[in-house]
């Protein structure tokens, strides 16, 4: 079965070699992975949130579409394109919008940042916040769900969209009755490595540290590499290889056998310029061909656009269909394909088979309810509750949608709370990957059981 995996890059920067080791390699790598059908595409709408920089908007997307193609992501075997290029996604955000409770979006983490500086430096605490920035997530569940991804590789930071596209997902398919959209799961590689910067922190344009990827050709390479920061030891000194980050970026690039003898030599008294020459050698030999493909793609824009054209194409054929199935559910048909219909009842079209709770009287434990799946499957055991009343009410609960209502993993299984109290808990699975997707069945069912008397 393929996994389809999809992940966005926000254009706004220039690629630095941080991005190549943790991002763009890993992803590259994995695309050519055969069960993996892989999406990735150019988040140009994201970047207006960030920057209002025009031309820098538009040397970016440029530049990183290159730089993805010279590092070998093949156009052919994965699916490539703008965001810009998909009417479809911002089509769907603004259906997503219209079902996404505001107050999810007020604990967005990014948006409650920026309020929460204004609040320190004792701004008013909407100054400079945009609605852009609000409807962040929005945008994104919109890029995921567009194409039902299954795994959506992002950094940790972006964790918390993740969870929110599968919210809004689940309200919206609650609302109009059935499952319209893939629950994408997060994906964090935990192999990539996090590149240091020159001084030691992590490699970051806003830390000022970097080592450009392509830009500016080897010389800067090179000068880049002569400004990692080393202690003074003099050749011939035996040098501590863990007291610079020039050790760490060598690990990334070499093998195994050269990066010992690397750090053997460190400790055997290699000089640091020599050691940096080294370092040099090993990042040229990988960077030049790239580079080279990098400078011809960058001197025929046309050639590229053409490749991100042909994308979209492709990623159209997938979304066109969904966003229409999507209009129509929400009641957005064209007329003439109502002819002949009756004008549905809204009862008749949630009549869709839901999730359920079932009561029972556990022998001489007490009283405990059952929570079904749509398609029947036992889901839950509640906890024993001493009389039928107080297991209705936390029943009620359930059905009302309750603030307090939590799923929390407990080894292999998963515990439901409400106000932080147990009241049932899940079989136990038999490994991560089961128990990811029962979350899945868990939320879609407790979803399903709150009640919308429209
Ligand atoms: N927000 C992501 C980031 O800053 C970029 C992004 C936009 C994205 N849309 C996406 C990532 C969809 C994954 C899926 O890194």
Redesign the pocket.
Known sequence: MHTRV?????TTGTPHLGNYVGAIRPAIAASRRAEVDAFF?L?DY?ALIKCGDAARVERSRLEIAATWLAAGLDPQRVTFYR?SDIPEIPELCWFLTCVTAKGLLNRAHAYKAAVDHNRETGDDPDAAITAGLYM?PV??AA??LAFD?NH????R??IQ??EM?RDIAQRFSHLYGHEFFVL?EVAIDEDAPTLPGLDGRKMSKSYDNTIPLFAGGARALREAVSRIVTDSREPGVAKDPDSTSLTTIHQAFASVEAHAAFRQALVDGLGWGEAKKQLFELLDATLAPMRERYEALLARPADIEEILHAGAAKARAIATPKIAAIRAAVGLRAFHQMQGEKPAKAAKTKAAKAARLASFRDGANGFRFRLFAADGAELLLSVPFADPKAAGRVQQQLQAGAGGVALRAEGTQWVLAVDGNEVGRSAAVADEAARAALRGHLETALAQLVRHDD
């Open positions: 999809l992940t966005g890059i926000t595409f988040a994201h965001q962040y945008l994104m890029d995921i991804a959506v590789p992002v950094g930071d972006q969209h993740i596209a994408p």
